[in-house]
């Protein structure tokens, strides 16, 4: 394999190992909490389940960058009066989750619930690839999460169809339900104890240095403004994910012919010194992939994110042979015995998750500690709803070894009047919540005026 050039971890510093407090967390979040509130596990508050609901917000005048979501925010609600929310259908649909929510948690105590409702670390999946989903009423294993071949998944729905993960205890993976519950919990147990999230789990940044991430764009033609806009902006890195690859005039071509050109003239305008990186979403094959690859080593791009197939587990360690420059994988693995795997056989540099696919907060920590085990970063992925980045953000200042916060570009994508707006500061980084909880309290008024109904 050749030299890989030097990643952002060597270039921001050796990363100072998953700390006693993770591991501890990890273990018993509540007795964590307790610890860092200075109290004992038995004196917090009452955080059995007494409510769960859902209110469904009318997002039809705003930009959705993942087309499933469907405005739905869950509520768990405590004894105590603690509320926990996450929102669903980011990545794939999860239909009826009150059915699945009311006999699983409710009368149930978060500290009971929390250490083990995620834990997937005996979870092996089926060729190194999950598409199956658990839990979901009357379903049992869903459809495929992404299809062989490439392109963003979705939940297919079809009962019955798929190969999930067989865990420990069985059942298959991954579980968007149990995923979205146990970050609720996380929620609330911070709101408990008056703590971020990050600080739960032993994170001690005060802040995280951003890229902006392109849209995928109509034409070739439109990512210079886009890439110039974002580094007068104050960014320290952009991130392509290409679109059509077509010029607005002539004749087609091959994608992958447009996507060289938008690399070439992207690090031509922006200059040799800031970081670019290029995503394309798993499109190309093993013959593209290596095209693309060697001109993203020759203008020193920083990564090469889910260039092909996940499945082709084959042609990624190929490839990963053939480039100099790192290769981000990871968004379409769902248990920590995939990601074992490909970083086995040099499939990948970075291991990049979705907390969604790999057990929410938990899960995602598990895969982090585990690509820190082998000196690799662990890169969460942001692209959704802003309390889809809360989520990986309290990750990426929690994990010792994630060093990016991706911001969606533009910011105001992500946008939404019930819940705090991210943003750079002037120096490129994004500032860690000082809120409890998620960090990022819902505006009741705000969004009981998008509110079309609450389902109980």
């Avoid at 405005?71 to 105590?80: A, C, F, M, P």
């Avoid at 991430?213 to 580094?231: C, G, T």
């Avoid at 499939?347 to 907390?355: C, K, M, S, T, Y």
């Amino acid at each position: 394999m050749s030299d890989k050039r030097q990643s952002r971890r060597q270039f921001l510093g050796a990363s100072t190992g998953v700390t006693a407090a993770v591991a501890a967390a990890l273990a018993d979040p509540p007795h964590a909490a307790a610890q860092s509130a200075g109290v004992k596990k038995a004196d917090l508050p009452d955080l059995t389940i007494k409510e769960v609901k859902v209110y469904v917000a009318d997002l039809s005048n705003f930009r959705r960058l993942n087309s499933t979501e469907t405005g739905e925010i869950l509520s768990v609600v405590t004894n105590s009066g603690h509320e926990g929310n996450y929102t669903i259908g980011n990545r794939g649909l999860t239909p009826n989750w009150l059915e699945w929510a009311k006999p699983a948690l409710l009368g149930k105590n978060v500290i009971d619930l929390l250490p083990t409702i995620t834990a997937t670390t005996g979870t092996k999946e089926v060729f190194g690839f999950s598409g199956g989903r658990s839990g979901a009423p009357g379903g049992g294993r869903g459809g495929a999460n992404a299809a062989a071949g490439g392109g963003r998944g979705g939940a297919n729905a079809a009962a019955g169809a798929g190969g999930g993960g067989m865990g420990r205890g069985g059942g298959s993976w991954p579980n968007f339900y149990t995923a979205a519950a146990e970050i609720c919990m996380w929620d609330i147990l911070g709101k408990a104890v008056n703590r971020p999230i990050y600080k739960l789990l032993g994170g001690a940044k005060g802040r995280v240095m951003a890229y902006a991430s392109s849209q995928h764009l109509p034409n070739v033609e439109d990512y210079i403004a886009d890439a110039l806009s974002a580094k007068e902006q104050g960014y320290k890195g952009y991130k392509i994910h290409p679109g059509g690859g077509q010029k607005r005039t002539g004749p087609p071509i091959p994608a992958y012919f447009g996507h060289i050109e938008e690399i070439k003239t992207i690090r031509k305008a922006v200059g040799d010194d800031f970081v670019l990186a290029h995503d394309p979403v798993q499109r190309y094959n093993l013959f593209e992939a290596l095209k693309v690859g060697r001109v993203l080593d020759d203008l020193n791009y920083a990564w090469f994110e889910d260039p092909i197939p996940t499945t082709d587990l084959e042609g990624l360690v190929e490839l990963n042979r053939a480039l100099d420059l790192p290769l981000h994988v990871g968004e379409f693995l769902t248990s920590i015995s995939g990601f074992a795997e490909y970083i086995r056989r040099g499939a990948l540099d970075v291991a990049r998750l979705i907390a969604d696919n790999v057990g929410g907060i938990s899960g995602s920590m598990r895969v982090g500690a585990l690509a820190d085990a082998f000196n690799l970063e662990c890169t969460p992925h942001n692209w959704g709803n802003p309390t889809d980045l809360a989520v990986h953000f309290h990750l990426e200042l929690a994990m010792p070894n994630a060093y990016w916060f991706e911001m969606p570009h533009p910011a105001t994508a992500v946008d939404r009047p019930y819940q705090a707006q991210f943003r750079i500061d002037k120096d490129g980084y994004v500032l860690a919540p000082t809120e409890p909880g998620l960090g990022y309290p819902i505006d009741r008024n705000a969004l009981d005026k998008l509110m079309k109904r609450i389902d109980r």
